[in-house]
């Protein structure tokens, strides 16, 4: 089993110290993944509302770390999990500014980076940077072909799209991972979950129930094939950020509250029913980075216990 947990990063927990803190105790529980996700900004008049309940955003989303900084830390404080992104935008800079980026991320790692991106669903960060609300798929299939061209082979580079020209040209260094690091991609509408299939190496899929994460996930091993892929190859990491409660709650409430065991259970019948890889957020359960890590290491074994 593949156990991921998101860094400290946002609200309460937005400091480097606690970020390297936590990271360091679950590589020594025993996490064999931890990830960061993004959130640009939290618009007081949003153009679009917060996914679920009322539209509010959250008040820890107030205060949020850059993710590529803060996976450099993580990586700083560890030697062997894998490091990722869930998801991080694939719009807030240039593709080759990105690309230059995660490289010496997987370097600074020693080879241990998961690029998991994502088109985000924020009209209001969009406007703030700049990009074109209209268009992101394209925009995204583009981004995706830069990426590999930079990352690829030893020779120069050269990109002439619709959106980018890169004139030919060396871009050193390489990544550690030959010929990239893994490209995980995030969304749940059928282009998205077609593109997951096409071309990305596992789908980052959110808090919702069973059921339809295991029929969507079914929709993108169908694409694989259909693109001659190995569906088996794929990967899928499944991110949870429950509130903790004390007492159960009805199941419909269920990954985004109840209780440890509740939310164990989720996750046991996620990974018999899907091969899914959870990436737990303890970030709305959590009191202090104490609690965070006493919260996480008792996840990790009744996980073990049920799993084995």
Same mark, same amino acid.
């Given at each position: ?190 282009? *998205? $979950?077609?593109? %997951?299939? &096409? ?5 980052? @899929?959110? +808090?919702? =129930?069973?059921?339809? #994460?295991? !029929? ?16 088996? *190859? $794929?990967?899928? %990491?499944? &991110? ?5 409660? @004390?007492? +159960?709650? =009805?199941?419909?409430? #269920?990954? !985004? ?52």
């Amino acid at each position: 089993m593949h156990l991921g947990l998101a860094v400290p990063q946002y609200g309460r927990f937005a400091d480097p110290r606690l970020s390297a803190q936590v990271s360091a105790v679950a590589e020594e529980i025993g996490y064999h993944s931890l990830w960061v996700g993004d959130r640009l900004l939290t618009p007081v008049a949003p153009i679009t509302p917060y996914p679920g309940g009322d539209g509010t955003f959250p008040a820890e989303h107030q205060v949020f770390l850059d993710p590529l900084t803060t996976l450099t830390v993580a990586a700083g404080a560890t030697e062997r999990v894998r490091l990722g992104s869930s998801t991080l935008n694939a719009f807030w800079q240039p593709p080759v500014v990105l690309a230059r980026a995660l490289t010496a991320i997987d370097l600074v790692s020693a080879g241990r980076l998961d690029v998991g991106l994502g088109l985000g669903w924020s009209a209001d960060e969009y406007l703030a940077a700049g990009v074109p609300w209209q268009g992101r798929g394209a925009r995204l299939e583009e981004t995706l072909d830069i990426l590999e061209r930079v990352w690829a082979g030893t020779g120069t580079v050269r990109h002439s799209g619709p959106l980018w020209t890169v004139p030919e040209s060396v871009m050193l260094p390489k990544p550690a991972q030959r010929p990239r690091p893994p490209l995980l991609l995030g969304g749940f509408g059928d282009a *998205a $979950l077609a593109r %997951v299939g &096409r071309r990305a190496d596992g789908w980052l @899929a959110g +808090p919702l =129930p069973v059921p339809p #994460v295991a !029929r969507m996930w079914r929709t993108v091993r169908q694409h694989a094939e259909e693109a001659g892929r190995d569906p088996d *190859a $794929l990967r899928l %990491v499944l &991110r949870v950020n429950p509130e903790i409660t @004390a007492e +159960p709650v =009805p199941d419909d409430q #269920v990954p !985004r509250r109840g209780t440890l065991d509740q939310l164990v259970d989720h996750l046991t019948v996620a990974i018999v029913t899907t091969g899914a890889e959870p990436l737990v957020d303890l970030h709305f359960a959590a009191q202090d980075a104490d609690h965070y890590a006493d919260l996480a290491d008792a996840l990790y074994h009744l996980l073990h216990q049920r799993i084995g």
